[in-house]
């Protein structure tokens, strides 16, 4: 069974950094992309940043020049390095990983981590 645990949320003042950790375990053949998505009160969910198993990136515009997504294939990981913080970055943030789990053909499923709160005070 594919479990993703999500770390390194927090309260922030504006302008500081964090850094979340969204890491995948279980019996795993193959991860394709890695996100990161959030979801403010009252809105939809967005996506962040996603990271394709070569390294290629994609953010929305909002976090451009601030965020970074990194991955470490060999531990199965994701980070979001998160600076220059501003209040609406307030949201909770959850990752996502498609994964292919072994002896299950190769289709991959989308597997979501339980969210981190991260909150940017002004």
């Known amino acids: 069974q594919v479990q993703l645990v999500e770390s390194g949320g927090g309260l922030v003042q504006a302008g500081g950094s964090l850094r979340l950790s969204c890491a995948a375990s279980?019996?795993?053949?193959?991860?394709?992309?890695m996100n990161w998505y959030r979801q403010a009160p009252e809105n939809q969910r967005e996506l962040v940043a996603s990271?394709?198993?070569?390294?290629?990136?994609n953010y929305a515009d909002s976090v451009k020049g601030r965020f970074t997504i990194s991955r470490d294939n060999a531990k199965n990981t994701v980070y979001l390095q998160m600076n220059s913080l501003k209040p609406e970055d307030t949201a909770v943030y959850y990752c996502?990983?498609?994964?292919?789990?072994?002896?299950?053909?190769?289709?991959?499923?989308?597997?979501w981590g339980q969210g981190t709160q991260v909150t940017v005070s002004s």
């Open positions: 996502s990983q498609d994964i292919i789990p072994t002896g299950m053909g190769y289709n991959a499923n989308r597997y």
């Open positions: 279980g019996s795993i053949f193959r991860i394709n992309a």
């Open positions: 990271i394709a198993p070569g390294g290629n990136t």
